[in-house]
């Protein structure tokens, strides 16, 4: 782990294992985090803030920026990693690592951009005027999920480092083998001792002891919904500042006028991306009618293209490949959720089964599944895998109110160029985004969260920094006159 500026065990001696979900063979061994490891790492960050805090924006800003030239210079070294740990293939590693430098770029250029506010006050107590001032607020909790784990730290400590803040991560406990990397290179670049610290360890040990630590004021958190109503419920004693980007079941709409090759391209990137581990993915297609028989062999003749297996072994063209689902649990679990479609009335198209001759990994085909009852798990759960439902609609008004049909409220997107359907998808569909012909992308310029039960708050854009500072308004008076 790296608790205050040094490389160190858990104070216990106890280790654990990460394994390669593709293999099923040991990758590494971290140390397996307590809460007393916790505690010194939370007070190393509470000794460090003090320091950090009162630090010129500009040399924050050009810390992280020396942080970042060191990363590249580690690239291969990080990419390699990440796909050992985590699945992905090595080309969908490199667009994560790419992913985390610009996000981190992103807020080292914002360091310098960051305002208050004048507001002339009434003169019944002689002139005066206020000010808003800006302050960072203190430990910052950063509790990372497994299935992007570079990017979704970056979104998190790029924000809370630049404003002055200190943090501790969290990372997955079987995805932290990229992320000490990646924090040990950044402390490398001339971060203060206790600045950014990681822990390793299980989430109900070492996350709720994070998250109930008095001296943690910010807490951010990427994951699973139940997870997240927990680190809600953990942080509402103290009235921790909180923001939780939770699970989706991200809608797509394909209209009559769509480009149905750019609509599919789109799709399969945005449902099969990362094996469909992604919380912002394509996960419920409604497609019109006068498009869908086009639209579905489209589809099927895309999905045929992808192949399962090594990460690091690269497919031949026109083969793609998809990496392997992260657990075996992870597996099942998709599994379950297609048996159940098709129990209430879905019809397997494709796929829906591990693919022949792989004895190890957790691998499983890419799926398509059509018209499946939309009170199946595949529309009431989040599914976090290679499993696509599609269905037939009439219109515009019932894609929405399908689309509508969820407690989640992430992501969404339509495919068309009329105006007037998409002004409609703009403000009618539920959800904290929606894109318009495009690929299902989180962009760091833009602020990004869900509505319902996909949580609150924002990551991404200006509006994510506003989270790691708290105002403070200031009142100036006897100016004579």
Known sequence: MFIGGEWRGARSGATYTVFNPATEEPVDTVPLGGPEDVEEAVRAAKEAFGDWSRRDFEERGEILRKGIELLKAHREEIIQTLTLEQGKPLHEAQGEFDHLLHGLAYYADLATKVRGAYQPLPSRFGPAYGLVVKRPMGVVAAIVPWNFPLTLMGTKIGPALVAGNTVVVKPASTTPLAALKVVGYLNQAGLPPGVLNLVTGPGRVVGEALVRHPDVRRVAFTGETATGRRILELSVPDFKRVTLELGGSDPVIVCPDADLDKAVRGI????????????????????????????????????????????????????????????????????????????????????????EGRERGHFFLPTVVADPDHDSRVVREETFGPLLPVWKVRDLDEAIRLANDSIYGLGSSIWTYNVKWIHRAAQEIEAGMTWVNQIHYGYDELPFGGVKQSGYGKEHGLEALEYYFETKSVVIGDLGG
Not at 278 to 288: G, I, N, P, T, W
Not at 307 to 315: D, I, Q, R, S
Request: net charge positive; with cysteine; hydrophobic share 40%.
């Open 268 to 355: 399969l990137i945005g449902r099969f991306w990362n094996a469909g581990q992604a919380c912002l993915a394509a996960k419920r297609v409604y497609v019109f009618e006068e498009v869908y028989d086009a639209f579905l062999e489209r589809l099927l003749a895309g999905v045929a293209r992808y192949e399962p297996g090594e990460g690091w072994v690269k497919a031949e063209r026109p083969r793609i490949r998809m990496g392997p689902l992260h657990t075996e649990k992870q597996r099942a679990e998709v599994q379950s959720q297609l048996e159940d479609a098709l129990a209430r009335g879905g019809k397997l198209l494709y796929g829906g089964r591990a693919p």
